[in-house]
């Protein structure tokens, strides 16, 4: 028997556990769903910006290094061999990734996800969203 269709497809199980919880808060699968996608991704966002916050303080470290290593060249503490040349590449190349990482990980404000569900909320007939 297929599974029943709310905003998404569940398995079986699952929409049987959801059905039992809406008839003990007397609402519907579909409202505590919509609920559910809602809250999920109002948390996304923070845990982004976090991400990000935290990739910030990697690559300011690794800019750190690379800046004190630097100077310990210039003042010929660190040998200035191929070695240190190689370390400091290596050292660009990882803050140079992290940044890529901070770029595309950034939280943009995209609106679509709740506009698709406030566009349906405001039909007068409600039907389940396809999949």
Do not use: N, W
């Not at 040998?79 to 803050?95: H, N, S």
Request: hydrophobic content about 40%.
């Amino acid at each position: 028997m297929p599974s029943p269709r709310y905003y998404l497809r569940l398995p079986r199980h699952q929409a049987d556990e959801l059905e039992a919880l809406a008839r003990h808060l007397d609402t519907s699968p579909a409202l505590i769903i919509k609920l559910l996608v809602d809250r999920t991704l109002s948390g996304v966002a923070p845990l982004l910006a976090d991400h990000d916050e935290q990739l910030e303080h990697i690559h300011l470290t690794i800019r750190d290094i690379a800046r004190v290593h630097r100077d310990l060249m210039s003042d010929g503490v660190v040998a200035t061999g191929q070695d240190t040349f190689r370390i400091l590449e290596k050292l660009d190349e990882i803050a140079s990734a992290i940044d890529s990482i901070r770029d595309d990980a950034f939280v943009r404000s995209y609106t679509i996800v709740k506009d698709l569900i406030a566009g349906h909320d405001e039909k007068p007939t409600q039907e389940t969203l396809p999949v």
